[in-house]
C-alpha cells in the first residue's frame, strides 16, 4: 500500500480549500486556501505533484466529487496565470457544480477515474455507500462513530462573501470531515474494537484479491468485487476475453417461471419444504401484474418471499441480553 493522505474539498462562491492529512506518524496536516485574502494555488499544485507517485488519496465520496475538482485544477490551472483570486475561485466553483450535477444525474465522472493524476482510495464507495439502500452521508457517519464535533457546513456554498471569520471556521469544518474520514479508515483497516471491524482489513483484502485475479478492486464493493471475479471465472471457463462481455444487455421478460430458475439438484427432507419446493416450481413471477409475494409458515414462524428477499414475520418486542450472552442478528439468502 502507498503512503496515504487524508484530505477534504469545500468550495463556495468566494473561497476555496482543501485540507490535508499524511497519515504516518508524525505525519503533516495542512490546508490551502484561495480567497480574497489569499492564493494558495501554485503551491497547493506543487505539493499535489510531488504526492502522486508514491501516495493514494483518501476521502469520501471523492471520486465523484474531490477528485474531479482537484484534476480539473490540475489540468486548468496553467490557463489561470492571469486570473484575479475570485476568478480562479470561479472556476473551480463551477467545476464543482459540473461534478455535483453529473453525479446526481447518474452521468459518467468528467475525468475518468482509471486515468486521475493522483490515486484515490474512496471509503463511500468501499462500503457501498452509493447503493440506494445503503447511502450514508459522512454526518450520518460522524453520528455513528460518535464523533465529538457533528458539524454542518457554517457557510451556505453560494453565498457571495464571506469574512475572515468565516473563512476560518470553514477551514475548521474541513479538518473535521478528514477527521471523521481518518477514524473511519481506521475502521476499514481493522483498527478498532468495535466487534464486528476488529481486525478485518478490508483494504489489504481488496490488495490480496487484485493481485490474484488482476484487477483494480481497491474502490470496490463487496459485491462489485463478487460481480467482477464471477465474469473474470466465466471468461476463463470459458476460453473468451472478458471484452466480450462487455456491452451485453438482458431483455425484458413479461414472466418468469421459477421452475427456470431452481436447480434440479435442490431437495429437501423437511416435508413442509418438500410442499414449499414444490408449489415454488409451479409458480411464475409476472411483474406487469404487480410484485411478488409468496407467503408460507416454516416451524411456527410466518415467511414473506418477495422481490427483495425472504422476510419473517417478527412480533415487535425488546430483547434484553442476559450475563454472558451476545445478541446477533443473523439473515439468511
Not at 487524508?6 to 497519515?23: A, N, P, Q
Not at 475561485?89 to 447518474?106: K, L, P, R
Request: net charge negative; hydrophobic share 35%; charged share 30%.
Amino acid at each position: 500500500m502507498e503512503k496515504l493522505i487524508v484530505y477534504d474539498i469545500e468550495t463556495t462562491l468566494s473561497t476555496f480549500i482543501m485540507c490535508y492529512h499524511e497519515r504516518r506518524e508524525g505525519g503533516v496536516k495542512g490546508h490551502f486556501e484561495i480567497s480574497d485574502r489569499k492564493n494558495d494555488l501554485w503551491n497547493m499544485v506543487k505539493y499535489m505533484d510531488s504526492h502522486k507517485n508514491d501516495y493514494r488519496w483518501v476521502g469520501f465520496n471523492n471520486l465523484a466529487f474531490d477528485a474531479q475538482v482537484i484534476e480539473h485544477i490540475i489540468k486548468e490551472h496553467q490557463k489561470w496565470h492571469d486570473y484575479k483570486n475570485e476568478e480562479i475561485v470561479w472556476t473551480i466553483y463551477d467545476a464543482a457544480q459540473d461534478a455535483i450535477m453529473m453525479s446526481n444525474g447518474g452521468e459518467r465522472y468528467k475525468y475518468n477515474v482509471n486515468y486521475l493524476t493522483l490515486k484515490q482510495l474512496d471509503l463511500y464507495k468501499i462500503w457501498h455507500y452509493d447503493n440506494d439502500a445503503r447511502r450514508t452521508s459522512l454526518k450520518w457517519l460522524m453520528y455513528s462513530l460518535d464523533m465529538e464535533d457533528i458539524e454542518e457546513m457554517p457557510i451556505p456554498h453560494n453565498q457571495p462573501t464571506m469574512t475572515d471569520e468565516e473563512k476560518d471556521l470553514t477551514i475548521k469544518y474541513c479538518y473535521n470531515d478528514i477527521a471523521t474520514t481518518s477514524r473511519f479508515l481506521d475502521i476499514s483497516f481493522g483498527l478498532t474494537d468495535h466487534p464486528l471491524y476488529s481486525g478485518k482489513d478490508i483494504i489489504s483484502r481488496r490488495e490480496d484479491i487484485g493481485k490474484r485475479m488482476g484487477i483494480d478492486c481497491l474502490n470496490m464493493s463487496d459485491v462489485k468485487i463478487g460481480d467482477e471475479i464471477n465474469k473474470i471465472t466465466y471468461c476463463r471457463n470459458k476460453s473468451i476475453p472478458i471484452s466480450n462481455l462487455y456491452g451485453m444487455r438482458g431483455f425484458f421478460r413479461k414472466n418468469l417461471k421459477l421452475s427456470q430458475c431452481i436447480p434440479s439438484h435442490i431437495n429437501f427432507e423437511n416435508q413442509t419444504l418438500i410442499d414449499i419446493h414444490k408449489d415454488l416450481l409451479g409458480k411464475e413471477i409476472n411483474k406487469l401484474k404487480g410484485e411478488f409475494k409468496y407467503k408460507f409458515e416454516l416451524d411456527g414462524v410466518k415467511y414473506t418471499m418477495m422481490q427483495g428477499g425472504l422476510h419473517s414475520d417478527d412480533p415487535s418486542r425488546i430483547v434484553i441480553p442476559g450475563p454472558n450472552q451476545v445478541i446477533k442478528d443473523r439473515d439468511v439468502n
